[in-house]
């Protein structure tokens, strides 16, 4: 039985792979044959389609080549396209399997085992003289993503109502966030548009073009998120953009950066008060269940937080780029900070009101 759940799992991790894995080598070897490459060597596009494949994990790079640097802040939205295609992959281990296994939990382990280790192996392979990828932390990214696709596949995982809770917060949180970026790009859409006219990309480069803004959209809309709780957000070494502070430096040329506030505004932290609230309902939820489920969630929420603020942030291979996004423990104490204060509203009024009647 074992056998065969290795077997038909190990089958549809590599069709998980490849059917990403293909089309990325068909873009990179048309960019190989186009733009040409230094060394000539006929390895370079399919390396790029493994580069390709490991950024869309949010993998980080070491570069050593004509740019020295680091390239962390990855699209967040790029990780999509591996979630999904790992979804499909365990749906379909799951129906070839035919219920002929113990545990499901334990079919997810084995898929998600399986696809980190080959990650890692294609994360070795593809290392290069001028671009590294960071082999050691592929097996941690690769599985953490493939876990959880498969929670979404196949039977119904019942998460806790602190984790709902929890996920309620950040997903009214980055409604708003895309709400307002939204709104933005509808107002800038004129300075989109030369841009990328500047930009002169061609039909095939503009394509790849939108893609790249599209996958982004996540990253800018934390980064608003950010911007609105008084915290901002980077963009390059030593600048700063938030209702206090606004210091560019140089800024490349993407599209997506015509959103960018052209002034500090204060008046952006009356949406702080709108965090407050989504704490007070948030204690209002949690008042049918337990003290320990408010905690629960309030501190499954920081996670949360961290984690998105982690992915929303990084270096972007110059060293003029090295911060671009949050700072991670700026943005997860600020918005601690005023959900808590909703919290404490809704907890401690009453029971100062029941003190002060008696």
């Known amino acids: 039985m074992l056998q065969r759940v290795l077997a038909v799992s190990f089958a549809q991790v590599l069709r998980s792979v490849f059917v990403i894995l293909l089309p990325l080598a068909f873009i990179s070897l048309i960019a190989w044959a186009t733009a040409g490459s230094i060394t000539g060597n006929t390895s370079d596009p399919i390396r790029a389609a493994i580069w390709l494949w490991l950024g869309a994990h949010h993998l980080p790079f070491h570069l050593n080549g004509s740019t020295i640097g680091y390239l962390s802040y990855l699209p967040i939205g790029a990780m999509l396209i591996p979630f999904f295609a790992l979804r499909v992959g365990f749906a379909k281990a799951l129906s070839k399997l035919h219920g002929d296994f113990h545990n499901v939990n334990s079919v997810r382990t084995i898929f998600a085992g399986q696809y980190a280790l080959l990650a890692t192996v294609l994360a070795l392979l593809s290392r290069s003289v001028s671009v590294s990828p960071q082999w050691y932390l592929t097996p941690v990214f690769t599985f953490v993503i493939a876990y959880l696709a498969t929670l ?50 061609g039909i ?52 997506l ?66 911060a671009v996004g949050l700072s991670i423990w700026k943005f997860t104490l600020s918005i601690g900070i005023e ?15 029941i003190r002060v009647k008696r």
Not at 231 to 247: C, D, E, K, N, Q
Not at 266 to 273: D, E, N, Q, S
Not at 344 to 352: D, E, K, T
């Open 152 to 201: 979404t596949a196949g039977s119904k995982v019942r998460f806790s109502q602190a984790a709902s809770l929890a996920t309620r917060v950040i997903a009214i949180a980055l409604g708003f966030a895309f709400i307002v970026l939204s709104l933005l790009i509808f107002t800038n859409i004129s300075t989109f548009k030369n841009i990328s006219i500047v930009l002169q990309p």
């Open 204 to 255: 095939f480069g503009s394509i790849l073009l939108f893609a790249l803004n599209a996958f982004y959209l996540p990253n800018a809309a934390l980064a608003i998120l950010g911007y609105f709780t008084g915290t901002g957000f980077a963009i390059g070494a030593g600048t700063l953009v938030s209702p206090f502070t606004h210091r560019l430096g140089e800024l490349p040329a993407l599209p």
């Open 257 to 322: 950066l015509a959103v960018l506030p052209t002034t500090s505004s204060r008046w952006a932290l009356l949406a702080i008060v709108l965090v407050i609230a989504l704490g007070a309902a948030l204690a209002i939820w949690a008042q049918s269940s337990s003290t320990t489920t408010l905690i629960q969630s309030f501190v499954l929420a920081l996670i949360a937080l961290t984690f998105l603020s982690y992915l929303a942030s990084g270096s972007l291979m110059t060293p003029a780029m090295s």
């Open 339 to 353: 959900l808590a204060i909703g919290i404490a509203l809704v907890v401690l009024l009453p029971q100062i009101r």
